[in-house]
């Protein structure tokens, strides 16, 4: 029986671990666009984003606030549920490498793959939230 409890404490430090850094990536990812979010505002409108003055930074700190909440496991449902919004539609849409201009099409692509991984990072700690609450 000191086993099993041994193995699910083992379990809960390594969920803990994978979703302390999969939120901080994903804060400190977001928090690179307002570096340059002239640049940021650019990319969002020449990938067709409706008022992209207003969406970018709405995106970016929307992505860090998320990403916070899930490092910190802070109203859960929440941030877990804005992260995986953003990167479904984020990633269907601004990433849609097969559409993109040869040039642009590797650096889409990595940047679609990366966001599909972590949607699926986001997805298991949502069905946690959804579990533990």
Do not use: C, K
């Not at 994903?26 to 969406?55: H, K, N, W």
């Not at 970016?60 to 953003?86: C, D, E, H, K, N």
């Not at 479904?88 to 990595?110: I, K, P, Q, Y």
């Amino acid at each position: 029986m000191a086993e099993d409890a041994t193995d699910d404490d083992a379990n809960d430090s390594l969920s803990r671990l994978g979703r302390i850094a999969l939120g901080l990536g994903l804060a400190l990812q977001a928090s690179e666009d307002f570096r340059d979010m002239e640049d940021t505002i650019d990319y969002a409108d020449s990938a067709g984003v409706p008022v992209p003055e207003v969406a970018a930074p709405l995106a970016s700190g929307t992505m860090v606030v998320a990403g916070l909440g899930i490092a910190l496991w802070r109203l859960p449902r929440v941030a877990t549920g804005a992260a995986a919004t953003f990167l479904a539609v984020v990633t269907a849409t601004m990433h849609d490498f097969w559409n993109a201009d040869e040039d642009d099409r590797s650096g889409e692509r990595l940047a679609f793959f990366g966001n599909l991984a972590m949607l699926g990072g986001v997805l298991v700690f949502l069905r946690r939230a959804y579990r533990s609450e």
